[in-house]
């Protein structure tokens, strides 16, 4: 009897994840990523323990684990150097399940793509949604082109499509054409991967006015470092973005000043900061799932984008896993919204929150928040913590025993 069938529009994290989820339950899936191959740009990705106990139900929780560089201290600084607050791994452990470990995400990449069958995806395959499907019929893909070439007209029929096109995705708008597009967050962010500056550091997230820098290593010897930055949107370096760079931080503490010098202008991405401004009235449409980005986009402060995905990835193959026949399987999409909407509404409103903190501009502001850091800093680093309380110490559901086959719905 024939498998069922999902193509994936997306081959970013959670559409990655979730075909590879899938997969594990039994299905046929098809990949289309729009790019000309399966290499994202390089930038690290912090996994806090919800989104690794996610990845330990495909199997590949202990892998990342193994190829990520854990946290063993860190905390909050000031521009000039002052530490307002610290913490540490086994703060997070005993809190949470376990440490925050932070990977390149090509590598992430690279381990979740090993999970699915040669041939499962297809790169430079830009496509659309042309019909969601409902109860009684399939939903369909069309093939309209990728980087540089016109579309095959290839299309695709398929049980379920999981829209993981991302940010400002296409399937989205096809679901809930009166939805409110993602909204800029007022600044915009820089990453960039260099190596291990020769003097020690701890990991660290700096706060200024109006900015922000973080800094934490890579387990290869590299270090990830990112910053944002009220600024208007679409701007761009006069010159280019490392002396861009160079201008907002290059005064700051070190290892700030050692990284920029490290980095080479190509090197730095520059991308403005987009969230949802109000939750999506739900994950689901016909045969189609969202999932990451397309779903819920957030501000990234909490370092949840990523985790999220995942999650949502991992979820929607439990549910959909369990589906024998059409009726099941849309019981299944709407149990899927019913566990992820609330949620991923929660997270995107505390990331935001922390994103606006991170943004105040004025004097006198900016002097209160660090008076309260400081005070919280005293009092321990559980109190730091807090901002991820009902969201890191988050577990998959139970989900029944993978099956071989399983028919068409």
């Not at 901002?387 to 559901?397: E, K, T």
Request: aromatic share 6%.
């Amino acid at each position: 009897m024939q498998q069922l069938r999902a193509v994936v529009l997306g081959g970013g994290i959670g559409g990655l994840t979730a075909a590879a989820a899938l997969h594990r339950r039994g299905w046929t899936v098809t990949v289309l990523e729009r790019a000309g191959a399966l290499e994202p740009v390089g930038a690290g990705i912090a996994l806090a323990p919800n989104a690794q106990r996610a990845l330990d139900v495909i199997g590949a929780g202990d892998e990342i684990r193994a190829m990520s560089a854990w946290q063993d201290a860190g905390g909050l600084r000031l521009p000039g150097g002052r530490w307002l607050s610290r913490t540490t791994s086994d703060a997070a452990a005993r809190r949470f399940g376990g440490p925050v470990v932070v990977a390149h995400r090509a590598e992430l990449v690279r381990l979740l793509a090993s999970r699915l069958p040669a041939g499962s995806v297809r790169t430079g395959a830009a496509a659309v949604l042309t019909d969601p499907g409902d109860a009684g019929r399939p939903a369909r893909v069309e093939v309209t082109g990728g980087e540089g070439q016109a579309g095959d007209g290839t299309e695709f029929e398929a049980e379920l499509v999981v829209g993981a096109d991302g940010l400002h995705s296409a399937t989205r708008r096809t679901l809930f054409p009166d939805h409110p597009a993602p909204r800029y967050a007022g600044f915009t962010s820089w990453r960039l991967v260099v190596p291990r500056p020769a003097a020690p550091f701890e990991p660290h997230e700096t706060w200024g006015r109006g900015c922000l820098w973080g800094t934490v290593p890579l387990h290869d010897g590299r270090v990830y470092a990112y910053a944002t930055a009220v600024a208007p949107p679409g701007g761009r370096a006069a010159d280019d973005e490392r002396a861009e760079l160079l201008r907002r931080f290059g005064g700051w503490h070190e290892p700030v000043p050692a990284i920029l010098a490290a980095a080479s202008p190509d090197a730095v991405l520059r991308n403005d900061v987009y969230a949802g401004t109000e939750p999506l009235p739900a994950h689901h449409h016909g045969r189609v799932a969202l999932v990451g980005d397309a779903a819920h986009p957030m501000t990234p402060n909490l370092g949840q984008g990523g985790c999220q995905a995942v999650e949502d990835a991992v979820v929607l193959a439990g549910l959909a896993g369990t589906a024998r026949t059409p009726g099941e399987l849309s019981r299944a999409l709407a149990g899927y919204t019913d566990a992820r909407l609330g949620r991923t509404t929660d997270v995107v409103r505390r990331s935001a929150r922390v994103g606006r903190l991170s943004s105040w501009t004025s004097a006198p502001a900016c002097a209160l928040r660090t008076a309260v850091f400081a005070v919280a800093g005293r009092l321990g680093p559980g109190l730091a913590l807090r901002s991820l309380d009902g969201i890191a110490d988050w577990s998959p559901p139970a989900t029944p025993p993978e099956p071989a086959r399983r028919p068409v719905c």
